[in-house]
């Protein structure tokens, strides 16, 4: 589109964003109706004392900023992903960026998967948002390949899965079988709010999201969609020694 401008992006690492996008959130100490500013997200990603935003809910609508413009701004920041959970909240009077934490990186994943990683991309019922994002990472402008990340096709030739979708009952047995069949040690990536939290699908009686109560996460990418920048550097910051 015309508002995207030129996509072609030199340095996938310094890089700023082109064109229209919401990234990591600043939130200021302005004093504001928080009830008010709470209740304006109807998907429960804003909490109170002190005023945070869990990025792992939030659908970066921008409601929230447009009603209080004091109060919160949406920056192009687009290094949204952690090894940590609660790495993807954001609190009010600190502007910290959103990182992987090195100390919780399991040591197989720098020595085997440091020079390559090869990923099935699992679509647990998404909505095609982040799945487009995940093959943008791999087209001419941003080449992921090119630093030893693939997608495969087949869960036998991957070093991990990435999931997208919130996980509907119907996904959660192909999902397992999908983790079964990749080999040991393999990783797992939650990219999207969908996957991440269950989004705007939360508490669906149509979600079977069990499988995340089973094993570790290895890596969030915070996003709705993730952005082809984020995907590749929080995979890079994951699987890099820095």
Request: proline share 7%.
């Amino acid at each position: 589109m015309y508002h995207q401008g030129k996509q072609f992006i030199p340095d996938v690492t310094t890089a700023e964003v082109p064109g229209i996008f919401r990234g990591r959130p600043i939130i200021s100490n302005a004093k504001v109706n928080e009830e008010a500013l709470i209740n304006i997200c109807p998907f429960n990603a804003i909490k109170a004392n002190p005023v945070s935003i869990d990025l792992g809910k939030c659908t970066f609508c921008g409601e929230c900023a447009l009603a209080f413009p004091e109060k919160i701004k949406f920056t192009k920041d687009y290094k949204l992903s952690t090894n940590e959970r609660s790495g993807l909240i954001v609190v009010e009077g600190q502007d910290k960026p959103i990182d992987v934490n090195p100390e919780l990186v399991r040591k197989e994943i720098h020595k085997l998967f440091g020079g390559s990683l090869k990923l099935r991309q699992v679509s647990a019922a998404g909505d095609n948002s982040c799945e487009w994002e995940m093959n943008a990472a791999g087209n001419v402008q941003f080449d992921m390949g090119r630093f030893g990340v693939e997608f495969v096709a087949s869960p036998r030739h991957a070093d991990g899965i990435v999931i997208t979708g919130p996980i509907s009952e119907n996904m959660a047995e192909p999902l397992q079988i999908c983790y079964d069949a990749t080999p040991d040690p393999k990783i797992i990536i939650l990219a999207g709010t969908d996957a991440i939290s269950g989004g705007i699908f939360n508490d669906s009686p149509a979600l079977n999201r069990s499988f995340l109560d089973k094993y570790k996460i290895d890596l969030y990418i915070a996003g709705n969609p993730v952005h082809p920048l984020s995907i590749i550097n929080g995979m890079l910051h994951l699987i890099r020694k820095r």
